[in-house]
Structures are given as structure tokens and as C-alpha cells.
């Protein structure tokens, strides 16, 4: 399992998936975390409980002790060895491929310090070892090497403490079926918590692109709506003095689209707005007239496939609201074809205030979210054009 030292994007380095990525750290700290984690509870209980096992140890110290120092010795050993062996696991959880080979190293070397107690007969108590080895959660290739080795250790020690018998296979035997059942258990342990990596970050990131879809859509919509009611006030105090009337009319749709625009940003926020092409080109002859700009708009939008006429409005609007802004142009002119939408200009043509608008990176975000493309460039008019490719 090489893969076990990789990293989840924008979070701390994970050195060990068996423990949450939230608490996986690299040093001392880590170890501390880890030692008290929930996991690791877990894993005192039950290694608690596998120090039983130990019992024929101390039964062998207990017999082979001659004087009492001795066996005060012996004791302690078998105390300090099985609490290194609980202590083990949490402690590998936190540390990288090389710590955790030392770990099993060391545990490994202090079982030499019971030959004076059991001779050639320590290969017994290897198993523990064996069970470090497969929490490490190494490589399968790895694990089967220093379980090999553990076995074939084992089976040696065996060999010289009791010869030629079948009893010396039972150590060697044990030690392996053991050992792999707990990588395997370490394994299962693993994939949970990448999963649950996994998960969390599928969350961050739909979080992270449903901010930006709402940030998108509120910038389109207000840019939109505030460029028409600049164009209408502007309007309105034009004709203040000489058409009464008619400013008041105009100052009335300002207070419609205010309306409006509030309740699209309302509805965008809850994630219920949608866009249509026939209502934003009624939208676009309004707002295009009112600035005194000649619209050339098609009469009909049912050339536009049912499933593409939400993202042929954004078009319309974002070019229209283009227009408005940078053309100082008389006529705009809008095309609708099933496999684009372009709208087009006499103005001053394509500047640098427009080409890098929020506006159009929002919109090119849309459209290759569709697999389509989006064309900025200089129109046939003279002006700008915005042409989008279904």
C-alpha cells in the first residue's frame, strides 16, 4: 500500500491512514495526539487483552530464574516488553515508512534480552512483533518480507531449541496467520478513513463550487440589472424636464427591475433561479432601447435546443450588458442558432476593461461547463462581438 504517505489537497500531509486525516500529523505532537486518539483506545483494549498470551513467558522466567534478583529481572522485562508492544501501535500510526520500521526493529531487538530465560526458544514471542508488522500497514510486499523473515527467524530458533520435530512449525505457523489477519484488519482500518477523506473533500470542493456558482450568478444578475437602471435613471433625469411623463414611466420600470433583481438574487442564494433566452432578449430590446441603441434580436428563440436556451440567456445577457457598458455603439445585433449565440456591435470593439471582465470569466466558465467555447473578438459591425459556440 505505497500510496499510504499521500496527501489530501489542502490539508496537513497524511503519514498514516489508519487514523482520521484530521488528526495525522508529522512529530512529536502527532505521536501525542495519536497515543490518546479514539483509535488508540480501541487498540489498548484489545492489545490489553492479547498480553494474556504473555502468561507462558512469564511462566518460563518464573521456572528458569535461579536466584530472586533474577527473577525480579525477568518480571520487569516481561512488564517493559509488553507495554512497549501496546504502546507500539499508536506510536507507528504517526510516524513515516522509517520510523515504523525502527519501531518493529527495536520491539524485535528487546525480545534478545529473554535468551538468558528461554535460549533458543524466543521465536514464541515473536508474534507480537508480527502484529506491529502488519499495523504498520506497509507495502504487501514489504509485510511479506519481514513476516518471511520473522517466520523463517522463528522456524531457525526453533530448529536448535528442539530439533528435528513438527512442534517446531506451530511458532512460525502462528506467527504468520496471526500477523496477517491484523494487516488486513489495519487495511480495513485504512481504506475507512480514506474514504472518509475522500468524502469530506467531495464536500469542500461541491461547497467551494456552489459558492462560486452563487457568486457567479449574483454578479450576472446585479451587473445586468444595475447597468439597466443606470441606463433608465440616466434617462429619466433627461426627461425630467421635458417629458414628465415619460420619466416618470422610466423611473417606475427602475423600480420594477430593482424588484426584480432583488428577487433574483433571493431566488439564486436558495439555488431555484433559472435563466430563459425569450426573457432575457425582451429584457435586452428594453434596456437596449432605453440607451438609445438600436436592436436587431431575432423574433423567434425556438431554434435554440430546449436544453441549451438557460445558458443562450446568459449569453444574451452578459453581451447585452457588454454593449451597455463599452460600446458607445447605435446598433446591437443578436443571432440565435442551434449551435451558437453571438452578439455583436458597431461600437468601439473588444477593449481591455471588457475582454477581462468578471462578467465574461463567469460566462466562459459557463459555457465550457457545457463543452462549448466562447469567442471574443471584433464584430463585422466594427464593433465588439461575443460569440458563444453550443
Known sequence: MS????????????????LPASMARTGRGSIRTSMASRAAVSWYVGAGISLLWMGPLAEEVIATSTTEPALALGLLLVAVYGLAFVAAGPVVWALPSRGRLAVVAGLWAYTLVFTPWLGWAIGGIWTYVGVIVGMCVFA???????????????????????????????????????????????????????????????????VEQERGRVARDIHDILGHSLTVITVKAELAGRL?????????????????????????VRATVAGFRGVSVSGELAAARSALESAGIVADLPVSTEQVPADRRELAGWIVREGVTNVLRHSDASTCRIRLE???????????GPVAASSSSTGLAGLRERVEAARGRLVIGRSDLGGFCLRAEL
Not at 500510496?3 to 489508519?18: F, K, L, M, Q, S
Not at 414628465?244 to 430593482?258: C, K, M, N, S
Request: aromatic share 4%.
Open 3 to 18: 500510496g499510504t504517505n499521500g496527501a489530501i489537497a489542502a490539508r496537513p500531509p497524511v503519514a498514516w491512514p489508519v
Open 140 to 206: 504487501w510486499r514489504r509485510t511479506l518480507q519481514l513476516l518471511g523473515a520473522l517466520a523463517a527467524c522463528s522456524l531457525g530458533f526453533g530448529f536448535l531449541a528442539l530439533g528435528p520435530v513438527e512442534e517446531v512449525l506451530a511458532a512460525p505457523a502462528l506467527l504468520v496467520a496471526i500477523s496477517l489477519m491484523m494487516a488486513a484488519f489495519a487495511r480495513n482500518l485504512a481504506a475507512m478513513n480514506q474514504l472518509r477523506a475522500t468524502q469530506d473533500e467531495l464536500e469542500r470542493m461541491a
Open 240 to 264: 425630467a424636464a421635458v417629458d414628465p411623463d415619460r420619466a416618470a414611466r422610466e423611473i417606475g420600470e427602475v423600480e420594477d427591475l430593482a424588484r426584480g433583481a432583488l428577487a433574483d
Open 338 to 348: 442551434a449551435d451558437s449565440v453571438e452578439v455583436a456591435d458597431d461600437g468601439r
